[in-house]
């Protein structure tokens, strides 16, 4: 069975510009979680979504949004980048919502704002 | 607000020593705490615990949860050089996906 996939898996951007990167979860999983990965801040939740709806969001500035799919893929949007932006994005899926669900990262996607 | 502390940040054993990382966390309505290991790339999953005292085990690797003192630990038993990496640990709330991580241990083993 394929892991989770993200694209692409690395994007250097300018600040200003936007970015939009994608996930596609493990083939039936139906939930899935973004998570910002920094050396200052460490791993930082910004949302979730299961069944195409966001189920619950970061504190993070309304420049980062995201979107689910009827087929579970995911995209999550950064607007107006800053230098600060620059991070790695892990993309996570689990089955559902249940306890037991585990969940399994994605190799990430390394943006950097210059 | 939810919070994940692990300890020790660093460690470093030569190789067949054994390891003991701790986790403690006080999460909202807890019902899950997860085990990741990465190294330079994205975390890999160990370990999901949901109840106290049952003891997870895989190869040299096996970790435990205490709900009523709200920690957790792995150990890992004759580490090797491949061991080394960051350890994640991650407590999760109920009826959420959302994973609230530590800082991470970084292990380091020497040959």
């Known amino acids: 069975k394929a892991g989770v996939t993200q694209t692409p898996r690395y994007l250097i951007k300018t600040r200003g510009q936007q970015v939009t990167l994608s996930c596609s979860p493990i083939?039936?999983?139906?939930?899935v979680s973004w998570y910002q990965q920094t050396p200052g801040q460490g791993l930082q939740f910004l949302f979730e979504y299961f069944s195409e709806t966001q189920r619950n969001k970061g504190n993070f500035p309304g420049r980062f949004s995201g979107r689910q799919f009827s087929n579970s893929r995911s995209e999550m949007n950064v607007s107006t980048l800053e230098l600060g932006d620059s991070a790695l994005y892990l993309c996570?899926?689990?089955?559902?919502?249940?306890?037991?669900?585990?969940?399994?990262f994605g190799p990430g996607t390394r943006l950097t704002v210059l | 607000e939810d919070k994940v502390v692990q300890s020790p940040l660093s460690l470093v054993v030569h190789e067949g020593d054994t390891v003991t990382l701790n986790c403690s966390y006080e999460v909202t309505n807890f019902r899950s705490l997860l085990w990741y290991k990465q190294e330079k790339k994205a975390p890999t999953f160990l370990f999901m615990l949901t109840s106290s005292g049952i003891e997870k085990k895989s190869g040299r690797l096996s970790s435990i949860l205490d709900k009523k003192e709200l920690f957790s630990i792995l150990n890992i038993t004759a580490t090797q050089t491949g061991d080394s990496a960051v350890y994640l640990c991650a407590a999760q709330g109920e009826g959420a996906q959302k994973l609230v991580f530590g800082q991470g241990t970084r292990l380091t083993i020497n040959p």
């Open positions: 083939s039936g999983h139906r939930s």
């Open positions: 996570a899926s689990s089955l559902g919502l249940a306890a037991d669900n585990e969940q399994f």
